[in-house]
């Protein structure tokens, strides 16, 4: 576990979808011991999104690449890889390949569009075990490749915005968490902190479900327990979402997700609260970096899970996370 020295000043909750339309953010600000939830708002512009001293910064979507690509694309680090994308032979990283002719370690994005005729099989000729590898986390959560463009699974664009347009530009004056140290010794600094998270794993560290986040009344009962498991809870302030986790977020499919942006800020919180935070493995510290409270393993069961539907979180009643 990672106790923190000091606990975030806010903690910013990030759903990310792979269009603007999806992409939400909540927020929650430490104030007197306690985190004071605010209810999630669009995210149109990813450029004037601002990271304060002290903030921790999650999103959904992978922050980092599987040790198999590193080793074909001589990778060292992913904090170095990051300053080489869309540069120099990596110029053309982050443009999708159009057709399997486009594909190359250097452009392993594809394809750009579902359509007759592409398959999985053009990454695998090009990339080999890279194309497909999944990362330890990736592993453990079941989530998605990062590379291949197709299926509700797909997790790429998504990582792809948040590295070129968000990461990048402020690389020199962010920390990556797990690459940069642990949390403990991170929080312990100035910088904002970016890490990865899955919405729907912290809601099981909340110990709640979502029978079908697409259904209204399943978000909204799910909103209803969420309330009951935290309502003895003084440091967590939830009086301004207290309504919206009532009623589900709306009554279309739009709902789900401020929801997820909102569940996983109290997941995040509560985590953080109850110094219940998991660190990874030394191995994923360099490049593929780790889920803010997925552990170190799981058992053999409960491993294979996608994105939306995680495996329960084993052993723990407070702490951990998810995709």
């Known amino acids: 576990m990672s106790r923190p020295r000091r606990l975030p000043a806010e903690i910013l909750a990030f759903d990310w979808g792979s269009t603007p339309a999806k992409r939400q953010l909540c927020r929650a600000v430490l104030r007197d011991g306690r985190y004071v939830v605010s209810p999630p708002r669009p995210v149109h512009d990813v450029g004037a999104i601002e990271l ?134 991170l929080l312990a600094g100035e910088r904002p902190i970016i890490a990865e998270m899955y919405p729907a794993f912290l809601l099981r560290t909340l110990r709640v479900a979502v029978t079908r986040k697409s259904d209204p009344t399943a978000r909204a009962a799910c909103g209803r327990t969420l309330l009951r498991r935290v309502s003895g809870d003084s440091r967590l302030d939830l009086q301004t979402v207290r309504s919206l986790l009532r009623t589900g977020f709306g009554n279309t499919r739009a709902g789900e997700d401020p929801f997820d942006a909102t569940i996983a800020c109290i997941g995040l919180a509560k985590l953080l609260l109850d110094g219940a935070m998991p660190e990874p493995p030394e191995a994923a510290r360099a490049v593929e970096g780790w889920i803010l409270g997925v552990p170190g393993e799981l058992r053999s069961n409960e491993k294979g899970a996608g994105r939306e539907d995680p495996p329960p979180v084993a052993g723990r009643r407070r702490g951990r996370l998810n995709a």
Not at 62 to 91: M, T
Not at 102 to 123: M, N, W
């Open 52 to 185: 304060g001293p002290g903030s921790l910064a999650a999103f959904d979507c992978p922050i980092g690449v599987s040790h198999a690509y590193a080793s074909r694309a001589d990778l060292g680090s992913f904090r170095a890889a990051l300053a080489l994308f869309g540069r120099g032979r990596f110029a053309r990283f982050y443009e999708v390949a159009e057709c399997a002719a486009d594909i190359a370690t250097e452009r392993p994005f594809y394809p750009a569009r579902g359509i007759k005729g592409t398959s999985r099989a053009h990454l695998r000729t090009i990339l080999g075990d890279a194309a497909f590898a999944p990362r330890a986390c990736d592993r453990l959560a079941g989530a998605g490749p990062i590379f291949w463009l197709v299926g509700p699974r797909q997790v790429g664009r998504s990582a792809a915005c948040i590295w070129r347009d968000l990461i990048t530009p402020r690389l020199e004056r962010v920390a990556l968490w797990p690459f940069d140290g642990t949390l403990r010794d």
